[in-house]
């Protein structure tokens, strides 16, 4: 009896010490599912038949079944009237696994923040589905999406100088990477990705167009991104160094961005909060399966010397 006493006041503790134990996963799945930005076509689909409709759910199935397996899918569906053209991508440093959460969350919400238009685009910090109804015009691939720029400026710091070094580094990096590549150079990390069917000719010069305007958009801030149709680059200067993120990349990428727009490196505690979060609701985790097991031990025992 004074047993299970005691083995209640353990989980108590536990549950006192290690109150989030249940959300640890969820606050790590943030870090690549923040929204970015959106982009619909401002016509709907005229679709009495419902054809468009299905084709539409088809086409989402299919890349959301194929996110489990790769980082990048495309495909077109619907008969020769209902064609629909759609693709996801992937930020190049997650895991199947994660490359799966991010995608799966993204038809539910093109369909809210877009609705049934012909052309949708909806971009999170790890991943990215865009679709278009054949015939819907086309833009250039070095065309502007999207930017935002930290609010904290440095000029006069040698930031500039140590930041184009980086960028300079990165656009090699991308080209040997096969489309995508980050790593940090003197406090500054950088992040270039090309969508998945660029190559590596185009992605270079993708990349430098991309790192051109960050350098005029952005200026002396100390954080951007920049979202170009076919690649986007991303970078942040950490003058204390580049805190150690979770990551659950199979490249070779050191860290990875936390993708909130507008956010300047010094407000980025959040993320090496979660990551500390992660930590210790993984070791409290492995804690309690010790407990458990050990009192199991002990029960059976307490049963075997009661005989």
């Known amino acids: ?22 959300v640890v996963v969820e606050s790590a799945t ?15 689909f005229s679709d009495p038949s419902g054809l468009y409709s299905q084709a539409l759910s088809a086409m989402f199935g299919s890349l959301v079944s194929q996110s489990t397996k790769t980082r990048f899918y495309k495909t077109t569906t ?25 995608v799966s969350r993204l038809p539910v919400l093109s369909d809210k923040l877009c609705g ?20 819907f015009s086309q833009i250039s691939g070095m065309e502007m999406l999207f930017k935002t720029c930290g609010k904290s400026n440095i000029a006069g710091t040698g930031f500039e ?3 184009d070094t980086a960028f300079g580094v990165m656009q090699n990096g991308v080209v040997s990477g096969h489309g995508f590549y980050a790593t940090t150079y003197e406090s500054v990390y950088v992040l270039g990705q090309c969508e998945g069917d ?25 954080s951007g991104q920049i979202y170009l149709h076919k690649c986007f680059i991303a970078y942040s200067y950490y003058p204390n160094g580049v805190p150690r993120r979770s ?3 199979s490249s070779s990428s050191s ?14 505690t959040g993320a090496t909060g979660k990551t500390v979060a992660i930590i210790v609701g993984g070791a409290a985790g492995v804690g309690f399966l010790v407990i458990c097991l050990l009192f199991a031990k002990n029960l059976m025992r307490k049963k075997h010397d009661d005989y």
């Open 116 to 135: 049934k238009t012909i052309a949708s685009r909806v971009q999170l910090s790890g991943c990215y589905l865009l679709y278009e109804v054949a015939g």
């Open 1 to 22: 009896m004074g047993l299970s006493i005691s083995f209640l006041n353990i989980i108590l503790m536990m549950c006192l010490l290690f109150p989030d134990l249940n």
């Open 161 to 163: 100088e140590r930041r």
């Open 255 to 268: 860290s990875s961005i936390s993708g909130s727009s507008n956010s300047d490196p010094s407000s980025s």
């Open 247 to 249: 990551s659950s990349s």
């Open 78 to 102: 619907g008969t020769s009237t209902t064609t629909i053209t759609g693709l996801f991508q992937c930020r190049g440093d997650l895991s199947n696994h994660d490359c799966y959460n991010c």
């Open 198 to 222: 660029v190559g590596d000719t185009d992605c270079s010069g993708c990349i430098k167009n991309a790192l051109e305007k960050a350098q005029v958009e952005c200026g002396s801030s100390i």
């Open 30 to 44: 943030t870090e690549y599912t923040t929204l970015i930005y959106k982009g619909c076509a401002r016509q709907q």
